[in-house]
């Protein structure tokens, strides 16, 4: 490139001279080279189109109404998270004397017992009808037991087939 700007000393001149007399191939380059910078100096430069700074700057966002749209969008954020906290301790003081009644706390917790007592019962009914199921029909238990182990065949190789990569 310094050559072609002519900034070469003599010696890397001449050195460059005849090299290029003794390789084609590097004095094919050249002229390609030389051909191609004497096309760039003499093309003149263009202009750019009526108004194009201004519809430039027109596209560029603006900042002022960026930093005013996030500050709202804080804002409001932090509101969504302040009021809730701010309405539950009011709540709590309202409330508080309500909640602390033994009354209440006794029924309340008696519900919670029948809930898991009823929740127990439930439970209970449903392992005793799926055992009197595998007892008195066991090929059920065997048929569940080969769905379960086909579906993990499956699964693991539909997984191995999407994590290889895809061939073109």
Excluded at 28 to 56: C, N
Excluded at 97 to 109: H, K, T
């Amino acid at each position: 490139m310094d050559a072609l700007d002519g900034e070469l000393t003599e010696g890397s001149k001449l050195a460059l001279e005849l090299h290029l007399q003794m390789c084609a191939e590097c004095l094919r380059e050249w002229h390609a080279l030389v051909a191609i910078e004497t096309l760039l100096r003499t093309t003149p430069a263009l202009a750019p189109a009526a108004g194009f700074t201004q519809r430039t700057l027109v596209r560029l966002p603006n900042r002022r109404y960026r930093i005013w749209a996030l500050t709202a969008i804080y804002v409001v954020l932090l509101l969504c998270g302040f009021v809730p906290m701010v309405l539950g301790a009011w709540a709590m003081t309202r409330l508080l004397p309500i909640l602390n009644q033994p009354a209440l706390i006794n029924g309340v917790m008696h519900s919670l017992t029948k809930f898991t007592q009823v929740i127990g019962a439930v439970l209970m009914a449903l392992f005793n009808g799926l055992g009197e199921i595998v007892v008195q029909q066991p090929a059920t238990l065997g048929w569940f037991l080969v769905i379960i182990g086909v579906i993990s065949v499956w699964g693991g190789l539909l997984r191995e087939l999407l994590s290889q990569p895809q061939r073109a």
